[in-house]
């Protein structure tokens, strides 16, 4: 079992910034692809961005390309996505999750944080 708890939404306005934290306890974090998907009112989940186990590979959705980061530490058992230029369609709620069977599918991913809101105001 891999237990996330992720750390770092609120309130911003369009144009700001926030990173968000994923922290991994239990089975050996740097095992596990890291991703980020969120859900905003009303939608699906969506794939948001993914590292590799050793962060050398990096994914992002195409709507986020260029102003989110993901990064990792393995050290620290910490994963992060630095979100800059935000914009009002960023409001949702950000899950962390950790899997090995794929990279932009969310049934590609065993183990799920409880999310955290980002609100982007306009």
């Known amino acids: 079992q891999v237990q996330l708890v992720e750390s770092g939404g609120g309130l911003v306005q369009a144009g700001g910034s926030l990173r968000l934290s994923c922290a991994a306890s239990?089975?050996?974090?740097?095992?596990?692809?890291l991703a980020w998907f969120r859900q905003a009112p009303g939608k699906e989940r969506e794939f948001a961005s993914a590292i590799s186990w050793s962060g050398s590979s990096t994914y992002y959705a195409d709507s986020v390309k260029g102003r989110f980061t993901i990064s990792r530490d393995n050290a620290k058992n910490t994963a992060y996505l630095q979100m800059n230029s935000l914009k009002p369609e960023d409001t949702a709620v950000y899950y962390c999750?950790?899997?090995?069977?794929?990279?932009?599918?969310?049934?590609?991913?065993?183990?799920w944080g409880q999310g955290t809101q980002v609100t982007v105001s306009s």
């Open positions: 239990g089975r050996t974090f740097s095992n596990y692809m």
């Open positions: 999750a950790a899997g090995n069977r794929g990279i932009r599918y969310s049934n590609a991913y065993d183990y």
